[in-house]
């Protein structure tokens, strides 16, 4: 990541948007649920009403992340085509001659096999890499090599 406003991909886009109205959902219902500076009647209500009000303040954060994170992609605008970065649509040869499309994203919970994320060993050493780069990486099994194909659109060969 470079530090400035970092583009997106549309997996990734569309998963913290799903992430979002989940979030803006469920704090609704646990805000229905406090009661509004009304005194509790015993111990273990007022703890209850506690631990409400801090599931609230959890989703407030991530609801304020998550809302910062998709206007610093717009912001960003479309991922980079002359070099990966976060966003990109990169299309990779292995060692062992398979080829495979993928996105750098950001996003972990997102389950979607084309997903790199930029901070795994893969993706980081792809990140800023150029079509005809060779890369190395660590895996398990050991290090492996790969060869970027091409980077945008015209990498999907799915």
Excluded at 84 to 100: C, I, K, Q
Excluded at 148 to 157: A, I, P
């Amino acid at each position: 990541m470079t530090g400035g406003p970092e583009p997106i991909s549309d997996v990734a886009r569309e998963a913290l948007e799903r992430e979002l109205t989940d979030l803006r959902a469920e704090r609704e219902t646990v805000a229905a649920t406090l009661r509004g500076g009304e005194r509790v009647g015993d111990m273990a209500d007022e703890a209850d009403e506690l631990q409400r009000g801090t599931e609230l303040d959890r989703l407030d954060t991530r609801i304020a992340e998550v809302e910062g994170r998709l206007r610093e992609a717009a912001v960003a605008g479309p991922p980079r085509t002359d070099r990966v970065g976060v966003g990109s649509t990169v299309t990779v040869r292995f060692a062992d001659s398979t080829e495979a499309t993928v996105q750098i994203g950001e996003v972990a919970e997102v389950l979607d096999r084309t997903l790199v994320t930029a901070d795994s060993p893969l993706g980081r050493a792809l990140l800023g890499c150029r079509a005809g780069d060779t890369i190395n990486y660590e895996t398990p099994e050991g290090r492996s090599t790969a060869v970027v194909l091409s980077l945008g659109d015209e990498g999907d060969r799915s």
